[in-house]
């Protein structure tokens, strides 16, 4: 896996964007940039994965710059329900995922 | 869609006995499961990748003979703690993969060795 690089805690403001910043300056031309999260004590969650272009689904969009090195998730109306770890990964070949520390995200009422 | 269980849920068991996870897929094939295990206040980590109808790869530093892993089928994967002991209690977690890249986790499973 590309090496990833995440804040390790952000806070938000409930009904806020939450913009959580990944770096990721080594990773190849033909790797996508993941991104799960995790609250407490539950399995990850897979948010939205992307490669060049910025993607949008119904959880969250990803904003991935030109040159790939770095990328934003963004939950555009943060809830307290969104409060978990953020992990962005960026996988290679074998399906393989490194969860890292991730960013953890508080979103505050 | 892309659902993914596990079961149990949460186990209690004494030393030196097995315990059996099972990780199935809901609603899809998945020619690929893992498994991973996350100790408290830390990450998780990959402990082996499972192929349907071969053995299992382990990570480095996972034992193969205490952790079993058998992919019977397209949506079935079970890992068995052989001989479990408190340094073993942990919360297991499985995921499927159906393709390229992405992977659905199951809610996993919280082993308690007394």
Request: with cysteine; glycine share 6%.
């Given at each position: 896996?590309?090496?990833?690089?995440?804040?390790?805690?952000?806070?938000?403001?409930e009904?806020?964007?939450?913009?959580?910043?990944?770096?990721?300056s080594?990773i190849?031309?033909n790797?996508y940039?993941?991104?799960?999260?995790?609250?407490?004590?539950?399995?990850?969650?897979?948010?939205?994965?992307?490669?060049?272009?910025?993607?949008?689904?119904?959880?969250?969009?990803?904003?991935?710059?030109?040159d790939?090195?770095s990328?934003?998730?963004i939950?555009?109306?943060?809830?307290?329900?969104?409060?978990?770890v953020?992990?962005?990964?960026?996988?290679?070949?074998a399906?393989?995922?490194?969860f890292g520390t991730?960013t953890?995200?508080?979103?505050i009422? | 869609?892309?659902?993914?269980?596990?079961?149990?849920?949460?186990?209690?068991?004494?030393?030196?006995?097995s315990?059996?996870?099972?990780c199935?897929?809901?609603?899809?094939?998945?020619?690929?499961?893992?498994w991973?295990r996350?100790?408290?206040?830390q990450?998780?980590?990959?402990?082996?990748?499972?192929?349907?109808g071969?053995k299992?790869?382990?990570e480095?530093?996972?034992?193969?003979?205490?952790?079993?892993i058998?992919?019977a089928s397209?949506?079935?994967?079970?890992?068995?703690?052989?001989?479990?002991?408190p340094?073993?209690?942990?919360?297991?977690?499985?995921?499927?993969?159906?393709?390229?890249?992405?992977?659905?986790?199951?809610?996993g499973?919280?082993?308690?060795?007394?």
């Amino acid at each position: 896996d590309a090496k990833t690089t995440q804040p390790p805690s952000m806070d938000c403001a409930e009904g806020r964007a939450a913009n959580l910043p990944c770096n990721h300056s080594t990773i190849s031309g033909n790797e996508y940039v993941y991104w799960y999260r995790q609250i407490h004590s539950q399995g990850p969650q897979y948010i939205i994965h992307g490669l060049k272009n910025n993607e949008t689904n119904e959880m969250a969009s990803l904003i991935i710059t030109e040159d790939r090195k770095s990328s934003t998730l963004i939950l555009p109306h943060a809830t307290l329900r969104d409060t978990a770890v953020y992990y962005c990964i960026a996988p290679t070949g074998a399906n393989n995922l490194f969860f890292g520390t991730g960013t953890r995200l508080t979103v505050i009422p | 869609g892309a659902v993914v269980s596990q079961h149990p849920s949460w186990v209690i068991c004494k030393s030196g006995t097995s315990v059996k996870i099972e990780c199935r897929s809901l609603d899809f094939q998945a020619t690929t499961m893992f498994w991973y295990r996350q100790f408290p206040k830390q990450s998780l980590m990959l402990m082996a990748t499972s192929n349907e109808g071969s053995k299992a790869t382990y990570e480095q530093g996972v034992e193969k003979d205490k952790f079993l892993i058998n992919h019977a089928s397209l949506t079935l994967s079970t890992l068995t703690v052989t001989s479990a002991h408190p340094e073993d209690s942990s919360f297991y977690i499985c995921s499927a993969s159906p393709g390229q890249g992405q992977q659905f986790f199951g809610p996993g499973t919280r082993l308690t060795v007394l």
